[in-house]
């Protein structure tokens, strides 16, 4: 069966550090990964979207890598701070509009 | 201001009643989709749309119906077949390859 996995448990790490949250999925074979911030009582917020032939992409903090042989993207937060306690979710596209479907987010806690 | 509009943000609902949340864009965008989200769980897909007058059942379907008639809307309607609707609903939008734009969520209750 299809199933996109990320770290249930929250992560706490000390500000200033790097963050890393993974994403796993099996048999699916996505066009496009994307993550997402949700806070609390709040829709999701789109942060990045990288494609099946992309390896890495950066904005500013953020940096995303795709994997398509492990199966597998990590998101990683640098210099991290208080404000970026959330929670995180990736999410797979499999082409045009199909299927957006999201993992079940891991949170994130950045102790000053 | 370009978005994406979910009402009523809190909907309060008896056994056995059909309530119908509300989504609008004014993002031009042909996709839109409705998840649903229970406290400490991940975005389950309960229907998208990618263009008017057509869509399609997601992971989660049963107990909900939808339309779409325009491509600025799609009301998302829980029937009193739906056994546990109390959740957070969250609808979103998007070009096609692009991210999604996601509404501020509707929190339905059963009472």
């Known amino acids: 069966s299809q199933k996109i996995e990320q770290n249930s448990e929250a992560l706490n790490i000390q500000e200033g550090k790097t963050a890393t949250l993974t994403c796993n999925y099996t048999?699916?074979?996505?066009?496009?990964l994307q993550w997402y911030r949700q806070d609390p009582g709040r829709g999701p917020v789109f942060l990045l979207l990288i494609r099946e032939n992309e390896k890495e992409k950066r904005k500013e903090r953020l940096k995303v890598t795709f994997d398509t042989t492990l199966k597998q993207s990590l998101f990683h937060i640098t210099a991290s701070q208080p404000a970026d306690s959330a929670t995180y979710l990736c999410a797979l596209g499999t082409g045009g509009y199909q299927k957006v479907t999201f993992g079940t987010g891991t949170k994130l806690q950045v102790i000053p | 201001d370009g978005g994406i509009t979910q009402s009523p943000k809190y909907l309060f609902r008896k056994e056995g009643q059909n309530v119908t949340l509300s989504c609008e864009q004014n993002?031009?965008?042909?996709?839109m989709y409705w998840y649903r989200q229970d406290p400490g769980q991940g975005l389950r897909l309960i229907y998208y749309s990618q263009i008017v007058n057509d869509f399609q059942k997601g992971d989660i379907a049963e107990g909900y119906s939808v339309s779409r008639e325009k491509k600025e809307s799609f009301p998302l309607t829980v029937t009193s077949a739906q056994k546990n609707p109390t959740a957070f609903y969250l609808c979103a939008s998007s070009s096609r390859l692009r991210e999604a734009f996601f509404g501020q969520g509707t929190r339905l209750t059963v009472v």
């Open positions: 048999n699916y074979s996505p066009a496009y």
């Open positions: 993002l031009n965008h042909d996709a």
